[in-house]
């Protein structure tokens, strides 16, 4: 059994079954726009990395699915399949009290693998998925290993980005920072450069 | 409704008259300013756009086929862009508007591409790749605003290939001399590819493809900076059009006259089955017709601006728009 249940802009989710379980695919596609020079290296990279990154953001306590199989030659990586829904598609449905308490397990979950030194590189909320009452972080492929300020602030300030752009409630991403705050030591230092990518943004009006 | 529409946010000033009923471009003159070396320097521009604009007001006019009794509405660009080119469109607009009697609309220069964009292709509700010398954006429309899914964390697309080509010695804009010489190459030069989720920077190919020039040939670095940059525009597009599940693609702005950006953005959308559109070249890159449409959409959908509220805005953010004609 293969049915692929969502194609994302660079790889092909798939449903899939590995030794007996249900699993969920990642295969990276080729794009036929970008020459092969740059498509494979990228595929390849990326497929690698993500790997690695999602074994180390679960081994530092963040929810993440676990990985059963990796192969690169067709570049696919093998994976826990969620039952859930994507924070973006619930998010604005939710009283505000379960808002509340999902944004906060948010920031619990970035503070765990800021503190470990990793940076998820595309923490949208497409990317985080509720399953069993747990915020779910996928999508690493865009992620590295870094403790530097300015990449941990770049992923709050796309996460940001993300929930001002898509989502109603303006509250949702001060849950989120504040949870990551208390979780986080180095949050401030974290905070003070989301403001500063906030404002190195073109035609921000500056008061 | 017959509007007249000034752009003038950098290096074109533009009147462009266009009706509404049916929907028909009559006219859209531009005069580019040219800097003799180095970059745009705002004063100059500003001082060009003032010296041609009396010649392009008459010619846009002439090639209508009408005159200053058929204006209803002045629309002009209001922001984002150079202080001094946007204060000399804004004052020749606030005149015009006065001596006419005629009300006047201040108009967001980035929502201006996307609306001829639509206007001119029959897109509907694109996803919006917005590529020009200083911006560089990935617009689209949700939840009552048109928002900014991505853009460049540091200089815009075009500037990084100006600056390049002025350090090789180029003429500005670079852009067309580069994508002649990248035609010509032949390796692939590896340069930092920069995608942080739907943003993009810059900066660093521009220092790496500086670097490259010492051994590699020119050809070959433009098509690898080309490559490189027009890649991460396309990936960057794609992820904004998955995020937002729209099914079709629009470009809008100077460097997508680029034949390659061109096909490589058709090429994605093709693969993910979704629909490509781009404006022919008169309204791709910054002109008066675009400014003049925005302008008669904002006031049909009854939005009115006094003389009062005409100051320029020059960090004018594309989200910052309330859309009431959609």
Redesign the interface.
Known sequence: MEMIIK????AEIILSEWMGRKVIIKRRVK?????D??DK??RMQRTKKEALLMAEARKAGASVPIIYDINLSDMTITMQYLEGRRVKDCIDEMEGREQRGICEKIGEGIASIHRNGIVH????T?NIIIHMGKTYFIDFG?GEKSSEREKQG?DLH?LM??F???H?NEELFNWVFDSYEKNFEEASEVIKKVEE?AE???????G | MICLGIEGTAHTVGIGIVRDKPFEILSNVSSMYRPAAGGIHPRDAANHHASVFTDILKKSLDEANIGFGNIDLIGFSI??GLGPCLRTAATAARALALYLGKPIMGVNHCIAHLEIGRAVTGADDPVLLYVSG??T?VIAF??GKY???G????IGIGNCLDKFGREVGMPFPAGPRIEEMAKRGKK?V?LP?S?????VSFSGILTAAMHAMERERIEDVCFSMQ??CF?ML??VT??A????EKAEVLLGGGVASNRRLQ???R??A???GAKFYCPPGKVLVDNGAMIAWTAILMKKSGMEMGIEDTSIK?????D?VDVKWR
Do not use: C, W
Request: overall charge negative; proline content about 2%.
């Open positions: 194609r994302g802009a660079e794009k036929g726009y970008r020459i020079e740059i290296e990228l590189g595309d923490i949208t497409s865009l770049v796309l980005e993300a001002k752009a898509a109603e990518i190195r943004g073109r035609y921000v009006v500056r | 922001g984002p200083g911006n954006q949700m939840n928002r900014v899914f853009e460049t964390l540091d692939y590896p590819y995608v942080k989720g739907m943003d490559e490189t890649s396309t990936e794609e992820r059009m998955a995020h937002t096909e490589m953005v090429k994605m093709e693969e993910r020059q960090n004018f953010r594309t910052e």
